[in-house]
């Protein structure tokens, strides 16, 4: 079992010592408005505010070599070649280590008595990346080396930029100045951004052309001025404009040279774009660089940073006897909420940037995840999300981060969209208090005069799946409902057409689904919760109209939706039953156990508890629940995408490890810790042995790993972008710890293995901060804490 990393946490650090990682292990930096990917070999892109519109560096998805395209320092000492992460020269190096920190990854490479350390963030406050290389002489003798820093712009839209080349390979156009090399593509009409790469002193040479670069037909593993050890003093018209700086350096034995180079991104006003005419205003990107740019200001930064990070992610701190939840808790599981957050699901290494943009449920389940972190953020975007609804309450699916629209292409009409809004905000209040969030004036679709209260907004998201009932009183699903790939409307036998988005049939539509049949059960019920609040004020009148509504909807669901061992998935549009003991294949899905389990419907029958048995005796396997059990063996017209994929992957008997906390939340309301907890452990990271198996980062949570039925069980996708991330930590945070934010305080109310014994959080709730020391006597139960300012330290013994 090869192993290829470790964790340090007291840094909070992964370090990987081998860069050849089964796949790109990657690093996210930035937490405003820049962001940037970074693989362990320094691979990767950044961008500002949108992945698609606003990106700065060209990358080569799914390249041959793997991860092609980055920040690469080129070394040569004497007759050698080499990077420090590796890549993309791939000389062998004496010693290889990144580690990945929050929001900053440290690359360090030696070879032959010369050691090369980067390290790279993004400062808060600066729309740049720093890189802080130092370079030492280890050995006994001077040294004399060169150092060439190397990136390719990207021609802004990350789209068009892989397209439409007899336009891109024409319009490239840079400007040089002695330590900044700037790209300025389009600046000259519409656009009144460019970006640059600059360095702390003097370069000795340049290029800005990648064929004066690397030379014809090169890969970035033989760039031609490197090993001839010159630059090109290339100056780039047209055809792929990069940047690359050159230095000439003599480093005495045991000494150190150290160097800062900023790659940054400037808006000017459109009044002072240019300094002279078609030259443009540089004295943003010269400030920038001269912001960062002494060792002392880039350190300074960077101890900033570490202190955000410190801040925040001491909110909420666990002691506990098994380090691996710990290490989940504390640190890995926290941050990947926020890049979750940050990203919703548009750049990753497996979502290129350039598809999807903000999802409107993926955006709310991503709140439950950093409402106690960045509470402001977190309201800035329920009211952003709300202003995408349609007045019918309908959403759109997805919308664009730039330009805060919804994206036409996609459009709306997904059954379960809207209850995810009365989700985000139930989080949010639960976690702030702030109920003047309900207030606030909240366009719709964006158009001016349209305003009403985000309150309102959310009794059109109710009434939405609440007046949109199929025969059986069940929600009808749409064009999908959680499940993107249940398309019960589609019927596409047309390879290029999209499951998703491709007309829906809704004339005599029968699809029901019972997953967002207990969705609307449990956000109905916390929603009624929501509108009983003093602060709240609703008319007692509507709140009996929303406990009526949930009542006949979980009246509905005993009646049409239970199939003897479990509950079913879904009617079909002709009405048939789907994820029944009837059906040949998926006799039995995970989503309706888990949301029925969760919403609690038929409990004093033991309806749940017997759903949380099939799904333990039918789903389980080693790595986790799998969506559906058997697999689809092959393409069924009726049911969609789902169908599509090889039994499993995906969303066909994939462990899709974003749903295994609802059934994982179902087994802790039902009191059955032992369950909950090794169905957690299973879907960990933190807890999974076999690197090389798993092959994405051990560090994170991912969408998916191949279930029991697929040729390689165990392997993970989709790292990184998942509604996992929020809710892995909601399991953990409120459902296992059992700390649970309340209105008007927290209730603690574990479940969690009795042999765990005692635990002790540490944890800022608005203006208070508790330290409860917790220990299982066996006795169970919960304990209430009202709201106070201040500090507070309890031991609870349950
Ligand atoms: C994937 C889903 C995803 C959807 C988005 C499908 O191909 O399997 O997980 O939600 O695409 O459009
Ligand atoms: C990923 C999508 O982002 C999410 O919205 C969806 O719920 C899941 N796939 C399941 O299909």
Redesign the pocket.
């Known amino acids: 079992m090869k192993q290829y990393g470790y964790f340090d946490d007291d840094v909070r650090e992964f370090v990987i010592t081998d860069p050849a990682t089964p796949w790109p292990w990657i690093n996210y930096l930035g937490c405003e408005d820049f962001f940037s990917l970074v693989s362990n070999t320094a691979g990767g892109y950044c961008f500002c505010k949108d992945a698609k519109f606003r990106r700065i560096l060209r990358y080569r998805y799914n390249g041959v070599p793997m991860d092609s395209g980055g920040r690469y320092y080129y070394i040569k000492d004497g007759d050698s070649v080499w990077n420090p992460g590796w890549k993309p020269c791939k000389t062998p190096l004496d010693r290889y280590e990144c580690r990945h920190g929050m929001g900053y990854t440290r690359i360090i490479g030696e070879k032959g008595g010369l050691r090369c350390e980067v390290l790279f963030f993004v400062p808060q406050g600066g729309r740049c990346e720093v890189h802080r290389v130092r370079l030492t002489n280890t050995g006994a003798a001077v040294k004399r080396v060169q150092l060439w820093s190397f990136v390719e712009w990207c021609l802004w839209n990350a789209s068009t930029d892989m397209e439409n080349f007899q336009r891109n390979l024409s319009t490239g156009e840079v400007e040089v100045g002695d330590r900044i090399l700037y790209h300025k593509t389009e600046y000259r009409e519409r656009r009144d951004h460019y970006a640059f790469f600059g360095a702390n002193r003097p370069f000795d040479g340049f290029d800005t052309d990648r064929e004066s670069f690397l030379g014809p037909y090169n890969g970035f593993d033989t760039p031609q001025q490197v090993f001839a050890g010159t630059s090109g003093n290339s100056v780039a018209h047209g055809w792929s404009p990069v940047a690359s700086h050159r230095f000439d350096l003599t480093l005495e034995a045991g000494k150190s040279e150290e160097l800062i180079f900023v790659l940054g991104y400037v808006e000017n006003p459109p009044e002072a774009k240019f300094s002279a005419p078609g030259i443009i205003n540089k004295a943003p990107a010269e400030e920038l660089l001269e912001a960062f740019g002494t060792p002392a200001k880039a350190d300074a930064a960077f101890a900033a940073l570490k202190g955000y990070w410190d801040g925040l992610l001491g909110r909420f701190q666990l002691e506990s006897a098994v380090p691996e939840l710990d290490r989940t808790v504390n640190i890995w599981n926290q941050y990947q909420c926020m890049v979750t957050f940050f990203m919703s699901r548009s750049a990753s290494y497996f979502e290129s940037g350039i598809g999807r943009g903000m999802g409107f449920r993926d955006s709310n389940q991503d709140l439950a995840g950093i409402v106690h972190l960045i509470p402001d953020r977190a309201r800035q975007r329920i009211l952003d999300i709300a202003a995408t609804q349609f007045p019918d309450g309908g959403c759109y699916h997805q919308y664009q981060p730039l330009t805060k629209r919804g994206n036409h292409d996609i459009g709306g009409g997904f059954g379960d969209d809207p209850l995810w809004l009365i989700f985000g905000t139930v989080a949010y209040i639960k976690e702030t208090g702030d109920f003047s969030i309900l207030e606030e004036k909240v366009p719709f679709d964006n158009q001016p005069g349209t305003e009403k209260t985000l309150l309102e907004h959310l009794k059109i998201s109710f009434a939405r799946v609440a007046d949109n009932l199929g025969p059986h009183g069940l929600p009808l699903i749409g064009r999908a409902d959680w499940n993107?790939?249940l398309n019960l409307n589609c019927f596409s036998d047309n390879p290029d057409e999209s499951f998703?988005t491709t007309e829906n049939k809704t004339e005599g539509s029968r699809a029901e689904s019972l997953m967002i049949a207990g969705l609307f059960v449990a956000e109905g019920k916390d929603f009624a919760e929501l509108l009983s609040q003093p602060a709240v004020s609703a008319d007692p009148a509507y709140v009996d109209e929303v406990r009526e509504a949930v009542s006949r909807m979980e009246t509905a669901v005993k009646q049409h939706g239970w199939d003897g061992e479990w509950f079913l998935r879904a009617y079909d549009y002709y009405g048939r039953k789907i994820g029944s003991s009837e059906n040949a294949e998926s006799k039995i899905f995970i989503e309706s156990q888990g949301w029925c389990g969760m919403a609690r419907i038929g409990a004093d029958e033991g309806l749940c508890d017997k759903a949380l048995d099939a799904a333990s005796k039918y789903l389980e396997c080693e790595y986790g629940l799998v969506l559906n059990a058997p697999a689809f063996s092959s393409y069924i017209k009726d049911y969609g995408?789902i169908s599509s994929y090889p039994q499993g992957y995906?969303?066909n008997g994939g462990i899709f490890c974003h749903n295994n906390p609802w059934v994982i939340i179902a087994e802790a309301m039902a009191g059955r810790a032992d369950d909950a907890w090794r169905h957690y452990c299973k879907i960990s990271p933190a807890f999974a042995k076999d690197q090389s198996l798993r092959k994405v980062e051990p560090y994170v949570f991912c969408q998916m790993v191949a279930g029991a039925e697929a040729a390689h069980p165990g392997e993970g996708k989709n790292s990184w972008l998942t509604g996992t991330a929020a809710w892995t930590w909601k399991t953990v945070s409120e459902f296992i710890l059992g700390i649970k934010p309340q209105y008007d305080g927290l209730l603690v109310e574990p479940c969690i293995p009795q042999h765990i014994g005692s635990y002790r959080v540490r944890r800022r709730f608005r203006e208070a901060e508790y330290d409860l020391t917790i220990r299982l006597t066996g006795k169970g139960g919960s304990f209430r804490i009202p709201y106070r300012p201040g500090f507070q330290a309890l031991e609870i013994e349950l």
Do not use: P
């Open positions: 993107d790939c998703q995408e995906k969303e």
